[in-house]
């Protein structure tokens, strides 16, 4: 089962599929990861990992559209099963996401349909929430707004900035997103008709 992923940062959602693929746990190989930054610390932990690694600038393209079709061009050439968007900060335009509807995922940190975009754990506080978390979702043309397929959440203390709840979330986005992948992976999650289906079953 191969994987590509994109990244636009840190990559601790890429180690952490890395460390479940070394420990036996994970039954798939990333066999690229791409990023839209060339300082992303994502691109050294694969290089570091021995995965081949390339990040495009999108300042070298006149469009979204150009620079999708690129990055795509690349991601298709190493053929994954699956596309992990884990800390992509990129919006995928609508014709690059259409193409590959059911092969694309995103871990986005809420929990969806709440505080799409930016400055989650923030807009969280701002609206007094007593629960936060982490979705793993379908990648469609609607920005965070692909089928749900997974959530982890966690309590918003009273004491809380988003800073510690961003660091309470992350600690579960980690096996959310590994667990998601598994069942991926195993065939038992899939994408018919906008709907998200469980071992053949709609959800
Ligand atoms: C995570 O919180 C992810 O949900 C969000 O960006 C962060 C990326 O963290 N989209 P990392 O790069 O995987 O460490």
């Known amino acids: ?114 505080f799409k975009g930016l400055r989650t754990h923030q807009q969280a506080l701002d609206a007094a929430a007593g629960e936060h978390g982490a979705s793993v979702h379908f990648v469609t043309p609607d920005l965070d707004g692909g089928p749900v397929i997974a959530q982890a959440r966690v309590p918003v203390h009273a004491n809380d900035d988003a800073d510690t709840l961003a660091a309470r979330v992350l600690e579960r986005e980690h096996p959310l997103l590994v667990e998601t992948v598994r069942w991926l992976a195993a065939g038992r999650i899939a994408l018919a008709e906008d709907v998200v289906h469980v071992d053949g079953r709609p959800r």
Request: net charge positive.
């Open 1 to 114: 089962y191969r994987i590509a992923v994109l990244a636009s940062g840190r990559g601790s959602n890429l180690q952490a599929l890395l460390d479940a693929i070394a420990d036996g746990s994970l039954a798939a190989a990333i066999v690229g990861v791409f990023s839209d930054r060339p300082s992303a610390v994502a691109l050294q932990r694969a290089r570091d990992a021995g995965i081949p690694a390339r990040s495009l600038r999108p300042k070298a393209f006149a469009t979204r559209a150009e620079f999708d079709a690129a990055l795509f061009a690349a991601v298709d050439e190493v053929q994954p099963d699956l596309i992990v968007c884990a800390g992509y900060m990129r919006l995928i335009g609508g014709a690059a996401a259409d193409a590959r509807q059911g092969r694309i995922i995103n871990i986005h940190p809420s929990l969806l349909p709440a």
